[in-house]
């Protein structure tokens, strides 16, 4: 019996979602969506916003480390798909672009987890990988799942 991983897979996402391609989408923006609560939580535990969100530094040092993780945990079918099944592609200037930042993303993640458990680099290096990990999964948003939504369709 041969496993054929690519099927099962399909499989899995096709029983929620239309097709694996809108469940990337969807996937991917909630990675999104919860980047932009890594941003926020991240202005905040750095003294900005403080006026604006009110809430007690615990909360958003535990708001902030499960949106990551849990951004992290949404993206790895996302990845996987992108990576074992379709492969780093050239056939437009859009998917070489997504192709290439998608090659960084989780080096970029590794990264920042790195300088967020090491103590010993100047203050303004964990705002700079943070900001460098949401500029990498805007932009694969921006070549992923704002494409779909507007080329393809707007649904699950």
Excluded: N
Excluded at 68 to 77: K, Q
Excluded at 90 to 114: D, E
Aim: hydrophobic share 55%; net charge positive.
């Amino acid at each position: 019996m041969v496993l054929d991983v690519a099927s099962s897979y399909e499989d899995i996402l096709e029983s929620v979602f239309s097709a694996p391609i809108a469940a990337k989408a969807w996937l991917a923006t909630i990675a999104g969506a919860l980047a932009l609560v890594q941003i926020v939580t991240a202005a905040r535990i750095y003294g900005r916003l403080r006026a604006v969100l009110r809430l007690p530094d615990a909360v958003v040092s535990r708001v902030h480390r499960w949106s990551g993780r849990v951004a992290v945990l949404v993206s790895l079918p996302v990845v996987f798909h992108c990576v074992f099944i379709l492969g780093f592609q050239t056939t437009s200037a859009r998917v070489a672009i997504h192709s290439v930042v998608g090659s960084f993303l989780y080096g970029v993640v590794a990264t920042k987890v790195f300088i967020v458990r090491t103590h010993d680099y100047p203050g303004w290096v964990l705002p700079v990988a943070g900001g460098t990990l949401f500029s990498v999964l805007a932009a694969l948003w921006a070549t992923s799942s704002l494409w779909y939504f507007t080329e393809v369709r707007f649904g699950f």
